[in-house]
């Protein structure tokens, strides 16, 4: 597999969820990329564009803050110049993981997620009971300056009752199989920004 001089790390991630389902990155894209990143979350927060994220799909979703308490925007190419190098970083991953693991993934959808200060989300798996197009879930983190007082870790729950706690720190990316780990998000002392997305390939559910 090929990487490109601005991904190096795309090899160490096909081989992490290879091996373990799951990979965490420090530094996978350059600072001020982070940093435009993070400008424009905070931006479209201030706009009122980011609208509090619910629970289940379809017409059975709903906002319970007792769950997860996240403000979120979906992404859609063509919005911003900074949101689009984004996406073809990550269209970059995908290739890459089809490259090494045959997953078949299609396409990729994501999202900022701002948890202010006090917000949580419950433990869960990213994948539908109805709908198995999840197939490899990917956060990436835009916060400056954490410090592990601040809280908002991920925290995974691994095989063998093992859990792993992720610092949600501007630049690292965590990928995971969907339906394989199930997390939670701790509560954060602070704003708490990422990017949130999940590759997705050819599902179970009729076109």
């Not at 299609?106 to 999202?111: A, G, L, M, S």
């Not at 006090?118 to 990917?138: I, N």
């Not at 300056?145 to 908002?152: I, M, N």
Request: proline share 5%; glycine share 10%.
């Amino acid at each position: 597999m090929h990487n490109t001089p601005e991904f190096p790390m795309l090899s160490a991630i096909v081989d992490d969820l290879a091996c373990q389902g799951w990979s965490q990155q420090a530094h996978f894209l350059p600072a001020g990329l982070v940093s435009a990143l993070a400008t424009e979350c905070r931006r479209r927060a201030a706009e009122g564009e980011l609208n509090p994220a619910g629970v289940g799909r379809g017409a059975a979703q709903e906002v319970r803050e007792t769950i997860r308490g996240d403000h979120i925007l979906w992404l859609e190419p063509g919005e911003s110049e900074v949101c689009d190098e984004y996406l073809t970083a990550m269209d970059d991953l995908r290739q890459a993981i089809n490259q090494g693991l045959f997953l078949g993934l299609e396409d990729y959808e994501c999202h900022f997620a701002l948890y202010p200060a006090g917000a949580f989300y419950k433990r869960h798996l990213d994948r539908f009971r109805d709908d198995d197009r999840r197939a490899v879930s990917a956060v990436f983190y835009l916060n400056s300056d954490w410090q592990p007082g601040d809280g908002g870790e991920l925290r995974m729950f691994l095989a063998d009752e093992r859990e792993h706690d992720v610092q949600p720190t501007g630049g690292t990316l965590v990928v995971f199989l969907s339906g394989d780990v199930p997390h939670e998000v701790l509560v954060t002392g602070r704003d708490r920004l990422s990017l949130t997305g999940w590759f997705r390939r050819r599902g179970n559910e009729p076109f």
